[in-house]
């Protein structure tokens, strides 16, 4: 009934006319052969091989192959693009109004040669948004990415040396690949304006080198922080001594492992330089990678009992610091960082194994312990659960040192008790890694099972205590009366589902650090892959939703994907700026208003697609103006009020109309343009507000030339979009400084020679003059003092700090003068 409502709507009704109903077409998914579960890479691979299969260039017998294979792409198109996804899943077709793309397609040899050039390589990672987000932007982890496009004839030159880098490289910088052609707003934002663009990353540094292999290798390394490893130095060894020897030696002394190379000359150091750099990346926050030229410090080695030949090369592993213990030698010539690497992680201790009585003790401690109090010994706990059958992997023994100081032990499913086990925690594949937090709550890792992915995932989690996973048993506390929830229904093959994540996460913290609520602001996660009863009972069918529960009163979040507007919103909830009105309350505040009111009213439905997406601009459009006198801003729900709107006149959803003051009960304007966000709301609200800035001419302008008062003055085209965007911040700068500085507006369209005199050369160009001297025939330059920034508050601080200067050089010059 709701998907018949919405056809009324102009927008629906819009998007039914130009792709039909979508109920008597297939399915994109079936058209695809893949389910609703499939990741992006499944999508890619699926459509790749109907492509191939379906393309009209081997169908020319079927005269409905073309018009087949567009809605093949179509489906791609959209199920490929996490924001197209969403839609097409909550709203199906009808949800695609302003969305047109897959309406061509390539040619057959395109799919089969172009198409996902390093699709199939496993070293080489292909990102997409969602994991350049997750993985790249603002990780510490060294990448190389190749950013390039399947028409482009260099990158196909490149992509055998850059197979080759991926493997030379394995374990030691992590090797990417972007496809252009599906990411391009990633490659624009990126700053990529040609193809192959090669990227590094952190720092964002080009290659700009002819691309051989050894020129692509070499500049990647020589950026790795790590370097070619520590010198240790006899004064190093002393000073390990000594630390040792010192009553809080357990403080001061790391007892991180080792590996020290040792070299009977510098030359041998050379030979091995890049290997020793490689082995340093990867083991970097694992163990510390050092160097020892025996032929330069012999005493350093006599000290270790280190004894090398002429031609030796002696690589040494300590599992502890290098003056405790033993040290177990490794050989080291002629092989790979990367078979020397596997050596070393075999003399790594893997994650202690714990049972189940200790398991539970461990459980109930952090249970027990506060994030607040001096008792948490540490803000988290990681758990490997892993089943007798799991393969071993030496990569994780990685993990302990990357996640420290956080604690980290491997418990069996198998040895676990029926109540606190991995069924309890919905683990239904092993390994599986688990972040206790104090107080019982917890999260699960979703992303790549490598050790360095594993630990951020865990110092992230632990920085968020009031953010949790939650199962059908903890679920009805959320609906309790008082209580706030916050809960993300997610599904971890869910591309913008693992995007949004570790934003919500992140909007947990800030919550509770900037904003500090009167009541407590829980955040929750719930996994619908495994909970979906729990999911479709709460009417989640697409992936993520997130609803603010107040108490039981739900609101569902359809803002951008980061912390502040995720903040923003239930700030907006708790705290609401928008009137909700019904039929006797719009009656008596809106008909009835007082002469000098405005009110501007939301006509909506909840089931209406664009009045969803429009809701968190509306909202903040309410917050930006709530501060002006006698400007009041409402919503209708006419799922509610269906009679009641129809009777207003309003035919289609969402209407916003504006009540004017000084005018008839009814009398109101409606909002037209496309626009649907605060920035336009605000200036079409505006332009039914008096203005307080003063419109000037040739002979006014002449006049505050002439004046001693200061002004701000706006010089804009009526063409000029910029100059549309900034007139309604001008308007607040005046309210902002009234009684302290005029503010007016030229119109250079109509005064052209005024402008011109004016030296303005740009739209909107903004001027201070600060008054003319109290002098006969005193007269300003008619080119002012030009602002360099149209930001509203470095304009207002600018001209707060010069009308202190002018009055501390206007008391400067009353003060008496000293005679002679």
């Known amino acids: ?101 897959g309406k061509g397609y390539h040619s057959w040899t395109y799919y089969r040669d172009n198409f996902g050039i390093y699709d199939d390589d496993p070293e080489i990672i292909t990102l997409s948004r969602t994991d350049f987000d997750a993985s790249v932007s603002g990780s510490d982890t060294p990448w190389f990415i190749n950013f390039y496009h399947p028409m482009c004839s260099h990158c196909h030159t490149l992509a055998p040396d850059w197979r080759w880098l991926s493997i030379e490289l394995q374990g030691v910088v992590r090797i990417g690949a972007v496809n252009c052609d599906d990411e ?88 091995f330089k890049m290997t020793l750099t490689k082995l340093a990346a990867i083991f970097s926050g694992v163990m510390s990678v050092g160097r020892l030229d025996c032929s330069m410090d012999a005493a350093a080695c006599k000290s270790l009992n280190i004894s090398l030949g002429d031609e030796d090369v002696l690589l040494q592993y300590y599992p502890s610091a290098l003056v405790l213990g033993s040290a177990t030698a490794i050989l080291a010539d002629d092989r790979s960082a990367q078979d020397i690497a596997k050596d070393v992680l075999a003399l790594l201790p893997p994650l202690p194994l714990i049972d189940n ?68 925690l919905s683990i239904t594949k092993t390994p599986a890694f688990v972040l206790f937090k104090p107080g019982g709550g917890y999260e699960m890792h979703h992303g790549r099972l490598m050790a360095q992915d594993i630990a951020n995932f865990a110092r992230e989690a632990a920085g968020a205590p009031h953010f949790c996973t939650l199962t059908p048993k903890e679920f009805p506390s959320v609906l309790s009366a008082g209580s706030i929830w916050f809960i993300d229904f997610y599904a971890p093959w869910c591309p913008p589902c693992m995007r949004l994540l570790p934003q919500f996460r992140k909007a947990s913290v800030l919550m509770q ?14 996994d619908c892959t495994v909970h979906g009863s729990l999911c479709s009972r709460f009417n989640v069918r697409s992936y993520p939703t997130t609803i603010l529960y107040n108490g039981s009163v739900p609101h569902q979040y359809s803002g951008h994907h980061n912390p502040h507007n995720i903040v923003e919103f239930v700030k907006d909830i708790l705290n609401p700026t928008v009137q909700v009105l019904s039929p006797a309350s719009f009656k008596s505040s809106v008909l009835e208003r007082r002469s000098n009111e405005i009110w501007v009213v939301d006509f909506f439905a909840n089931w209406c697609g664009p009045c969803i997406a429009m809701a968190p601009e509306y909202r903040r459009f309410s917050r930006i103006v709530s501060s002006i006198e006698d400007v009041f801003v409402a919503s209708v729900d006419c799922a509610d009020y269906g009679s009641f709107c129809s009777e207003q006149g309003v035919r289609s959803y969402p209407t916003v109309r504006i009540y004017r003051p000084n005018a008839r009960p009814n009398d109101f304007s409606t909002y037209n343009d496309y626009a649907r966000d605060a920035a336009s709301f605000k200036r079409w609200l505006y332009s039914h ?82 008054g003319a001297l109290k002098t006969q025939n005193a007269r300003q330059n008619p080119r002012g003092e030009l602002l360099n920034t149209l930001d509203p508050d470095a304009i207002v601080s600018h001209l707060t700090w010069r009308l202190q200067q002018e009055e501390e050089v206007a008391s400067r010059k009353t003060l008496p003068k000293d005679e002679l």
């Open 357 to 424: 009585d200790e398991f539970t003790k461990l459980h109930s401690e952090i249970v027990s312990s506060s994030s607040g109090t001096e008792g948490s010994r540490q803000p988290g706990w990681l758990v490997q659960f892993s089943s007798e059958n799991d393969d071993v992997d030496d990569e994780l023994r990685k993990l302990a040192g990357l996640a420290a100081p956080l604690p980290c032990h491997r418990v069996l499913c198998s040895s676990l008790s029926p109540g606190l086990d991995c069924d309890s």
């Open 689 to 770: 507000l008096p203005s307080s800035v003063t419109a000037l001419n040739d002979r006014t302008f002449e006049q505050i030339l002439r004046s001693s008062e200061p002004w701000l003055v706006d010089f804009f085209a009526p063409w000029c979009g910029h100059c549309h965007v900034f007139a309604p911040e001008f308007e607040d700068m005046a309210r902002r400084l009234e009684g302290k500085v005029k503010l007016g507006k030229v119109d250079c369209q109509a005064f052209q020679w005024l402008c011109q005199g004016a030296g303005v050369g740009a739209y909107p160009t903004v001027m201070f003059y600060k």
């Open 1 to 101: 009934m709701n998907v018949l409502k919405c056809i009324l709507t102009i927008s629906c009704l819009a998007a039914t006319l130009m792709f039909g109903c979508g109920i008597a077409s297939e399915d994109f998914y079936s058209l695809l052969g893949v389910d609703k579960s499939a990741t992006t890479q499944d999508i890619r691979k699926a459509f790749k091989r109907t492509a191939l299969k379906m393309h009209p260039d081997k169908n020319l017998e079927d005269p409905d192959a073309d018009k087949k294979f567009i809605r093949i792409n179509r489906a791609y198109e959209v199920l490929k693009d996490e924001e197209l996804r969403k839609k097409y899943d909550q709203f199906g077709e009808e949800g695609l109004d302003d969305s047109h793309s």
């Open 513 to 526: 650090l900037e904003h500090r609520p009167v009541q407590p602001v829980h955040f929750g996660i719930v």
């Open 184 to 271: 391009y707003l990633l490659c624009s934002q990126q700053g990529v304006r040609g193809y192959p663009s090669l990227i590094a990353y952190p720092g964002k540094e080009k290659f700009y080198l002819e691309k051989t292999r050894e020129l692509l290798a070499s500049f990647i390394l020589d950026r790795l922080p790590t370097g070619h490893g520590i010198p240790v130095t006899t004064g190093m060894l002393y000073n390990m001594r000594r630390l040792h020897s010192a009553p809080d030696k357990h403080v001061l002394l790391s007892n991180k492992p080792w590996l020290l190379a040792s070299f009977s000359s510098n030359k041998l150091f050379d030979d």
